[in-house]
């Protein structure tokens, strides 16, 4: 992985342009490209700015195939957030998954309520504390930090708690994935050879903005494409 690091106002994002525009020039085409950054107002920049890029090589060379190419193509590039791309990456190889290509996105705060909704009611039907729900709520949101997780002495019910709040959430929510269930199915696709293969096969080059707010699962994932055979160039604060 190519990683540019330097302090704020640097030029990090100029330069991640840059690798883009280069890319082009090579005859990279641009729906071979994926551009990742961490809100969708900074993706919509990103694009803005290949999209200046793009123009002036097409000043530069009006009559180069692959200039004409990276216009038409800007608008429809993948210039999105981590969870946007893993979207992506998940419905390129949903087959191989078992996961339905069609599912829906849901908002952080509404995946956070419906699990909310289901611990509560299974707190109520086994006459436990309410105030469990805040550690479930924890559990939830840390879920895909790691592999699974491994309790404590005495916190295996508490464990084997979240496992049955996950699952009730699971099945009212099979259709439509949250954020972190957008993490979790990432970790199968990890173990899928074939199914990681068929997203370095879509998004040869990834390119990511802000590389400093990874999480732990994001960064294995990028670093998995790369050992697949992607090529990764990111920018980042120190």
Do not use: C
Not at 140 to 153: M, S, V
């Amino acid at each position: 992985m190519r990683l540019y690091v330097a302090s704020a106002g640097t030029g990090k994002t100029h330069a991640l342009v840059e690798e883009l525009l280069a890319l082009v020039r090579r005859g990279v085409p641009l729906r071979r490209i994926a551009a990742v950054t961490f809100t969708r107002k900074a993706a919509e920049e990103l694009r803005a700015r290949a999209k200046e890029g793009v123009e002036r090589l097409l000043r530069e060379a009006p009559e180069e195939a692959w200039a004409e190419e990276a216009r038409r193509e800007v608008h429809g590039a993948v210039f999105t957030t981590v969870h946007g791309f893993l979207a992506e990456a998940l419905r390129h190889a949903a087959p191989l998954l078992s996961l339905d290509p069609d599912f829906a996105l849901l908002d952080e705060l509404v995946a956070e309520a419906l699990f909310l909704e289901e611990a509560r009611g299974l707190l109520y039907l086994r006459g436990l504390d309410p105030g469990l729900e805040a550690l479930l709520l924890t559990l939830y949101r840390k879920r895909t930090l790691a592999g699974g997780f491994t309790p404590l002495p005495g916190a295996e019910g508490l464990v084997g708690l979240f496992q049955e709040a996950l699952g009730r959430y699971r099945r009212r929510t099979q259709e439509a994935l949250g954020p972190g269930d957008l993490e979790a199915w990432a970790l199968r696709l990890l173990e899928h050879p074939e199914a990681l293969g068929r997203v370095v096969a879509r998004f040869p080059h990834v390119l990511i903005d802000e590389y400093q707010d990874l999480n732990p699962l994001q960064g294995r994932f990028f670093r998995a494409l790369e050992e697949a055979g992607a090529r990764v160039v990111a920018v980042g604060d120190p």
